[in-house]
């Protein structure tokens, strides 16, 4: 016996090609746009971590693929690094770059997905509001710092170029490694929480 395709089937299966098709374009799309801001860098004294806008296109990827294809985006943003090209933060690129003292806020790029997409989606896909994806991005650059402050700490204390008497402490650690982005932070975050309660619903209910 042959089932002949209703037309209701036929704009199901379309549907779920065209989402397919632009999950598929929008994990590039948001590597490309994290290597973007990762080019407006202003370093900072003494060590020259620079302060950019990567982690506000780390959030916006995280608000935008959730956990898994946030995951595979920020993973594709450390590789293509990795290869050699020039898209880390003031053209850098290269294996040092993730092994150096800036190595942990790359791998925090990648850890920190799940945790936004947790708190801006309710069980039913509906989007949380404004207040719930400003959370989000606090506990994005959170999550980041937490594996950045102590990987700074541990690269600059056992880097063999380093005057042992000169080695950084803890709290030098946290002041030049998070407490000096924590305006950004907040900036970052209030940002995109302006972006996410305009364009949330609707990129939601495409990609998710």
């Not at 598929?24 to 950019?52: K, R």
């Not at 708190?119 to 949380?128: E, L, P, V």
């Not at 980041?144 to 803890?170: E, H, Q, Y």
């Amino acid at each position: 016996m042959i089932r002949l395709q209703s037309n209701s089937d036929t704009l199901t299966t379309a549907h779920s090609i065209d989402r397919a098709t632009l999950r598929f374009l929008t994990v590039p799309a948001m590597t490309l746009l994290t290597a973007i801001a990762a080019q407006i860098a202003i370093p900072t004294e003494p060590f020259g971590i620079p302060i950019t806008l990567q982690s506000l296109a780390v959030l916006l990827t995280a608000m935008t693929l959730g956990s898994k294809l946030g995951s595979i985006s920020m993973l594709l943003y450390l590789v293509t690094g990795a290869i050699g090209v020039g898209v880390f933060a003031e053209g850098n690129s290269g294996w040092l770059t993730i092994i150096g003292q800036s190595g942990g806020y790359l791998i925090g790029f990648i850890a920190c997905q799940p945790f936004a997409h947790w708190i801006i989606r309710r069980k039913d896909k509906s989007i949380r509001g404004w207040l719930a994806i400003f959370t989000a991005g606090l506990v994005v650059h959170a999550v980041i710092f937490a594996i950045g402050v102590p990987w700074l700490w541990l690269v600059r204390n056992n880097d063999s170029g380093t005057d042992p008497m000169t080695n950084m402490s803890w709290s030098t650690a946290i002041h030049y490694g998070m407490i000096v982005f924590i305006p950004g932070m907040i900036l970052k975050s209030g940002i995109a929480a302006g972006i996410g309660a305009w364009c949330l619903p609707t990129v939601a209910k495409r990609l998710w």
